[in-house]
């Protein structure tokens, strides 16, 4: 039974055949269970021209294809499987897709509202097919659920986030942020969330192309870090409203995803929790610079929340490092 306004109706984890995918198998199971969601294990087909045949033999194209899909079909009910005798009330769904992998899995997510993708962000498979990696890149841009991406272990990965720390941009969108740290960390009594939003000021050669003063005065940063603290405890009183653990930080300085991945590193997290925009169009992984840095230097599992395009117009609300950049008055 799903826990009352669990928000998880379906999580899904995609496989690969090896062992490194099927570690996001126990906390996406895990997940699934705690919220009452579907499971959907899900695995993409390679080409079948890709598939090596027996020794000195020769198998037509439909009986290889055939041979293929049940043998992957039997892996993903053996996966099932195991997660049944874990958790005998768990509802499990298995799917084998074919085409481009990142784009059938974004379809299948969509097609089947999942609510939430867990994969590890990479992997090497007995189907000899290398994907969980630069899959991970691109589902990212593609798939429009939450992506708990998660690192590689040598022992079990854990189960269980109770230190999340959250990183907002003062840009709209930071409502869905909240909304998905709050899914996935309410799982687990005790969840203890961190706000924090870092205001980078531009540097100086950026400030003088645009005709403001080299130097950013003291008072001036202080004013926009008052600012953004008061909007980080307005979201951090809505979830200490609602029963949760909550504190905030307002950081400046350089280097926004470093000290982002710092705190984290320092402060215990176990999750990081972070919003993205990569309108469709474009053709590789576009979070923005902070975002792809936070992806690829956290060492703990990391939530990745789409959110939509940003506007184009610079200087909107909430963009704290345009609002660094001032108007050239005091406050």
Known sequence: MRPMNSPLRSVMVPLDGS???EQALAVGAALASAAGATLHLATVKPPVSTVAGPPGGFVDGATAERALHEGMRAYLEEQAGSVRAA?????VACAVLSGPTARSLATYAGAHEVDLVVMTTHGCGGIKRLWLGSVADELLRRVRSPVLLLRPARARQAIGFH???????????CESVMESAVAVGALF??????LVQVLEPLPPRMLRMLGKPA???PAWVEYHRATVLSRLEHLGWGLRHRGFAADV???????TAEQILDLARHGGSDLLVIGTRAP?????????????KIVRGATQPVLVVPLEPAPAAR???????AALAGSGRAP
Do not use: M, N
């Open 189 to 194: 009594p005790g969840a203890h969330y961190t």
């Open 249 to 255: 930080r307002a950081l400046v300085g350089q280097g």
């Open 280 to 292: 469709p169009e474009v053709e590789r992984l576009v979070f923005g610079s902070v975002a792809d």
């Open 315 to 321: 200087g909107e609300p909430g963009d704290s490092t």
């Open 87 to 91: 958790t005998p009330a768990a509802v």
């Open 163 to 173: 230190r999340v720390l959250v990183a907002l941009d003062g840009s709209t969108g």
């Open 215 to 217: 130097r950013i005065g």
């Open 19 to 21: 062992s490194v995918s």
